[in-house]
């Protein structure tokens, strides 16, 4: 069970260009989830909450109009990388746990390999 | 002083042998501990998660809490080239349900 999905898996664009990742908990519904970003040889940095049907909180430092959040339904949270810039080029992880389990551990997407040229 | 603190390593151990990777973390109400795995290039893995004092053993993985010293460490017995990876010791943050990262150790077994 807690089975994450996120798609793409890699994506490379042109800067200037927005590009949307997809996160999806599919046999559970997961009211938050956790958007991450990884630059290489770096640990995890939490970027921003995703809430369904209400906005998403982002972490300081976070860019709220460069890093779009959707959590339309609880299953699908979104995040659209606004006029992405070769700086954008990372890891972008989300996470999810059943409502209520997070004290029992998240479960990580694959991930989406971003390369902005 | 970071929330949760690792060693950044590398830790290189021969295989076979008891890899031991430590974790410290501030929080003091802090209540679930957690164990993920990383390999290179892929996201993290769960792989154990401890909430009280004492030894928790799964297969060749034991975690290991102390709440009064602020101590989370996982020993990995008969370490194997394949356990060679990233591990992250997470603290789960009750009143915001985020899970919070250290910076990850580096372990590299050796045949």
């Known amino acids: 069970g807690a089975v994450v999905s996120q798609h793409p898996s890699r994506v490379i664009c042109k800067s200037g260009t927005s590009v949307k990742i997809e996160c999806r908990s599919l046999d559970f519904q997961a009211t938050t989830m956790f958007w991450y970003r990884q630059f290489p040889k770096q640990s995890l940095m939490l970027m921003a909450t995703?809430?369904?049907?209400?906005?998403?909180?982002?972490e300081q430092g976070v860019e709220k109009d460069k890093f779009l959040i959707n959590h339309a339904s609880l299953t699908l949270s979104t995040l659209t990388v606004t006029s992405a810039h070769p700086e954008d080029s990372s890891f972008y992880i989300c996470?999810?746990?059943?409502f209520g389990a997070g004290s029992y551990g998240y479960t990580f997407g694959s991930g989406t390999r971003l390369t902005v040229v | 002083q970071k929330e949760v603190e690792q060693n950044s390593g590398p830790l290189s151990v021969p295989e076979g042998a008891i890899a031991s990777l430590n974790c410290t973390y501030s929080?003091?109400?802090?209540?679930?501990f957690f164990w993920y795995r990383q390999y290179s290039g892929k996201s993290p893995e769960l792989i154990m998660s401890?909430?009280?004092?004492g030894d928790k053993e799964d297969g060749r993985f034991t975690a290991q809490l102390n709440k009064a010293s602020q101590y989370v460490s996982l020993l990995i017995r008969d370490s194997q080239p394949s356990d060679s990876a990233t591990y992250l010791c997470?603290?789960?943050?009750?009143?915001?349900?985020?899970?919070?990262f250290g910076q990850g150790t580096t372990l590299q077994v050796k045949p």
């Open positions: 929080d003091r109400v802090s209540q679930s």
């Open positions: 996470s999810a746990a059943p």
């Open positions: 401890i909430y009280s004092n």
């Open positions: 995703s809430n369904e049907g209400s906005k998403a909180t982002y």
């Open positions: 997470a603290v789960f943050r009750g009143n915001t349900g985020k899970l919070i």
